[in-house]
């Protein structure tokens, strides 16, 4: 009789010879029909149709109890039927500070099968794994590089989840990304391909406008099926804000150099019109032909120049100083673009840096003494812009960063946790005549500019 099976991230026909008719996303490999198992979701009915026997699915049916009081809120019952009524598939975008964890796990219950969680970090991989292992009182597996425990409902990260998903991709009925915009890299992207889940749910705050990579989300998880804006919660389920652009000027000599570097990194990309011919990648060409052209190089070195210069000028040093006595009660949180900032920031405040070479033990140790108020500022590069949980932190402050939006509402995220009637304020210190300036403008969203936007 034919039969389906998985193997190794595809799905194989046996018993089925060349000349048969079978969809076309079938290909004659080896000797066999093959293809990408996520394809399985819309082959069962035609298995069924053809008589092939299905020896795909491996995963468990699991008997789950949710110890957790809290009911789901409207918008998050919401988010759950709209991604049930399109077939269990799709994505959920809600803000920083919604409850998207929440929310998958009700869907959790809901599918009662066997789950693997996707977590872009081994950081969030262990903040998954505890609120899994409370919510629903039971073993939970976890598979990483330290570890590789396998359970019905098993946490992994994107680095490990190919791995996991060759061996034993067809255990799990339902997959779920976290931070789900990272999916489309093409390292991470096969993951979703390779498994035959037909369940499968994206949860982001910052969900791409347009691919970054090799597959689009739609393709690889479904469409986005539920959505809601930051200010669609705020005073509700998340902190009322604010948020204030304080403008600060370069000195005399910090000018000067400034406009002799920007000459430099300025005129070469211009000459090259590297921005027509590359569009947004203009930015990887000049970082390419560094690497072999003379005049690229002493551009991209003046580029690093300009970001120092204005990571860590003094009028933004000593509007941190004045911020940092002005909030001295409150929980703060330092962003800037690079780790040499963070360093010095850190050494000049005595106040804990984060960035990614900080160990994992470490980097747990000083979230949980922020967290119990032992800190009262902690300064990181971009460790901090997705996924980490830091509710007591009311106060952002950003120095610096990419124009990315996605970075921008990722920060505003991690103060925005409701506490209380507590409001939460985002600081952006921006330096007047510079690249700073046209970072921020395209950084800001759309959606978030209406808030009290102050300039300093």
């Given amino acids: 009789m034919a039969t389906l099976s998985f193997q190794g991230g595809t799905l194989v026909l046996y018993e089925v010879d060349q000349s048969a008719r079978v969809p076309e996303v079938f290909q004659w490999i080896k000797g066999r029909w093959r293809c990408e198992a996520y394809h399985y979701a819309h082959l069962r009915l035609w298995l069924k149709q053809a008589h092939v026997r299905d020896q795909v699915p491996r995963w468990q049916t699991l008997a789950l109890t949710?110890?957790?009081?809290?009911?789901?809120?409207?918008?998050?019952?919401?988010?759950?039927?709209?991604?049930?009524?399109?077939?269990?598939?799709?994505?959920?975008?809600?803000?920083?500070?919604?409850?998207?964890?929440?929310?998958?796990?009700?869907?959790?219950?809901?599918?009662?099968?066997?789950?693997?969680?996707?977590?872009?970090?081994?950081?969030?991989?262990?903040?998954?794994?505890?609120?899994?292992?409370?919510?629903?009182?039971?073993?939970?597996?976890?598979?990483?590089?330290?570890?590789?425990?396998?359970?019905?409902?098993?946490?992994?990260?994107?680095?490990?989840?190919?791995?996991?998903?060759?061996?034993?991709?067809?255990?799990?009925?339902?997959?779920?990304?976290?931070?789900?915009?990272?999916?489309?890299?093409?390292?991470?992207?096969?993951?979703?391909?390779?498994?035959?889940?037909?369940?499968?749910?994206?949860?982001?705050?910052?969900?791409?406008?347009?691919?970054?990579?090799?597959?689009?989300?739609e393709q690889l998880i479904g469409p986005i099926v539920y959505s809601q804006r930051i200010e669609d919660l705020v005073g509700k389920q998340l902190a009322n804000y604010r948020t204030e652009r304080l403008r600060v000027n370069l000195t005399h000599d910090e000018r000067a150099v400034y406009e002799r570097d920007y000459a430099v990194y300025a005129d070469f990309?211009?000459?090259?019109?590297?921005?027509?011919?590359?569009?947004?990648?203009?930015?990887?060409?000049?970082?390419?032909?560094?690497?072999?052209?003379?005049?690229?190089?002493?551009?991209?070195?003046?580029?690093?120049?300009?970001?120092?210069?204005?990571?860590?000028?003094?009028?933004?040093?000593?509007?941190?100083?004045?911020?940092?006595?002005?909030?001295?009660?409150?929980?703060?949180?330092?962003?800037?673009?690079?780790?040499?900032?963070?360093?010095?920031?850190?050494?000049?405040?005595?106040?804990?840096?984060?960035?990614?070479?900080?160990?994992?033990?470490e980097r747990k140790t000083i979230l949980a003494r922020f967290q119990e108020r032992q800190y009262r500022a902690i300064v990181t590069s971009r460790v901090l812009n997705e996924g980490v949980d830091v509710p007591e932190a009311k106060i952002a402050i950003v120095l610096g960063g990419t124009s990315a939006a996605r970075e921008y509402i990722q920060r505003l995220g991690r103060v925005l946790r409701k506490v209380g009637n507590r409001h939460a304020v985002l600081f952006e210190v921006i330096v007047r005549d510079t690249l700073d300036e046209g970072k921020a403008q395209r950084r800001r969203p759309r959606s978030t500019s209406g808030k009290s936007d102050v300039n300093g």
């Fill in 269 to 361: 990309f211009r000459s090259r019109q590297l921005q027509k011919t590359h569009g947004r990648d203009w930015l990887k060409e000049l970082m390419r032909l560094s690497s072999f052209e003379r005049d690229a190089r002493r551009a991209w070195l003046a580029r690093q120049r300009l970001q120092r210069l204005l990571s860590s000028c003094a009028a933004k040093l000593d509007l941190l100083d004045q911020l940092l006595r002005e909030y001295i009660d409150e929980q703060v949180l330092i962003f800037t673009e690079l780790n040499e900032t963070a360093y010095l920031i850190s050494e000049r405040y005595l106040i804990p840096a984060l960035t990614h070479h900080t160990k994992a033990a």
């Fill in 66 to 217: 949710i110890h957790d009081p809290r009911q789901p809120h409207t918008y998050q019952r919401e988010a759950l039927t709209a991604w049930k009524r399109a077939d269990q598939r799709g994505s959920i975008v809600l803000p920083t500070g919604a409850g998207k964890t929440f929310v998958a796990i009700q869907a959790i219950a809901q599918v009662a099968r066997s789950t693997l969680i996707i977590a872009p970090t081994i950081d969030l991989l262990h903040q998954w794994y505890s609120r899994l292992s409370h919510a629903f009182d039971t073993a939970i597996g976890v598979y990483y590089g330290g570890e590789k425990l396998i359970h019905p409902i098993t946490v992994t990260t994107y680095h490990s989840a190919g791995d996991l998903i060759a061996d034993m991709g067809d255990q799990f009925r339902l997959i779920i990304y976290d931070e789900v915009h990272h999916l489309p890299a093409p390292q991470w992207g096969e993951t979703a391909l390779m498994s035959p889940a037909p369940s499968r749910l994206g949860l982001t705050a910052t969900y791409p406008e347009a691919s970054d990579g090799r597959w689009p989300i």
